[in-house]
């Protein structure tokens, strides 16, 4: 389901249909959205997001980022940017970048049986345009760990060129901390 809504969004994006199937479709879109509404959970309950095993862990906000390799001290997989993200110029919107370094590096950041930690900075260079419907390496890494503060890095690379990196601080919780 998630699969076909990414695709709803980078179709919705790039599309231009006529008025009367607008209005067709919109309806369509109205009547998911009350029948979804029937069976409406606790964020603890609901399945987007949660499912570690799925592409994206089955949430359409963040790109899917797709694991090649890990350890509990770097990831390296391939990321893609559809339509939906696009910013302009074919180049992939400066907002969507910081997701999917957000994702990388605060699930490895929370690897290895660590306790969960929260994103304190993520700090991201656009090097090149990033962009769109090419797939892209990807990569992060522990930098360094002091105390509960655990710093990492990434970078997304188009073939030789590096079109963005980042830095994160990821602090681990103290118990009881949302
Ligand atoms: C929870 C995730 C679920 C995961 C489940 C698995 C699901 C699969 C993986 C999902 C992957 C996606 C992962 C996304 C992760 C997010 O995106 S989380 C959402 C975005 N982040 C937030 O909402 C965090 C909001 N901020 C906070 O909650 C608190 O400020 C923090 C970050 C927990 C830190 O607060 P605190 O515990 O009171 O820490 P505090 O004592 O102030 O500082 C501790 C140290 O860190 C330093 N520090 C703190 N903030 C900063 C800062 N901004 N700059 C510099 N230094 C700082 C302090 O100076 C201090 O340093 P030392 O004095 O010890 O040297």
Same mark, same amino acid.
């Given at each position: 389901m998630i699969e076909s809504l990414r695709l709803l969004h980078d179709r919705i994006t790039g599309a231009a249909p006529p008025p009367e199937l607008l209005k067709e479709m919109t309806r369509a879109f109205e009547d998911l959205? /009350?029948?979804? #509404?029937?069976?409406? /959970?606790?964020?603890?309950?609901?399945?987007?997001? *949660?499912?570690?095993? $799925?592409?994206?862990?089955?949430? !359409?906000? &963040?790109? /899917? %980022?797709? /694991?090649?390799?890990?350890?509990?001290? *770097?990831?390296?997989?391939? &990321?893609?940017?559809?339509?939906?993200? $696009?910013?302009?110029?074919? !180049? !992939? *919107?400066? #907002?969507?970048?910081?997701?999917? %370094?957000?994702?990388? $590096?605060?699930?490895?950041?929370?690897? #290895?049986?660590?306790?969960?930690?929260?994103?304190?900075?993520?700090r991201v260079d656009y090097r090149s345009i990033t962009p769109l419907d090419r797939d892209l390496r990807a990569e992060a890494w522990f930098d360094r760990e002091e105390g509960r503060k655990r710093f990492l890095r990434g970078a997304i690379f188009d073939g030789e060129t590096r079109c963005a990196e980042a830095e994160g601080l990821f602090v681990a919780l103290n118990p009881g901390q949302p």
């Open positions: 959205a /009350v029948e979804l #509404g029937l069976y409406a /959970v606790s964020e603890r309950e609901q399945i987007t997001g *949660h499912r570690i095993d $799925l592409p994206g862990r089955g949430q !359409a906000l &963040v790109p /899917v %980022f797709t /694991v090649d390799e890990s350890d509990d001290e *770097h990831v390296r997989g391939s &990321v893609r940017f559809g339509r939906y993200y $696009l910013g302009g110029n074919g !180049a !992939a *919107h400066g #907002g969507a970048i910081p997701l999917v %370094f957000d994702e990388m $590096l605060g699930r490895l950041a929370n690897a #290895g049986g660590r306790p969960i930690s929260r994103t304190a900075y993520l």
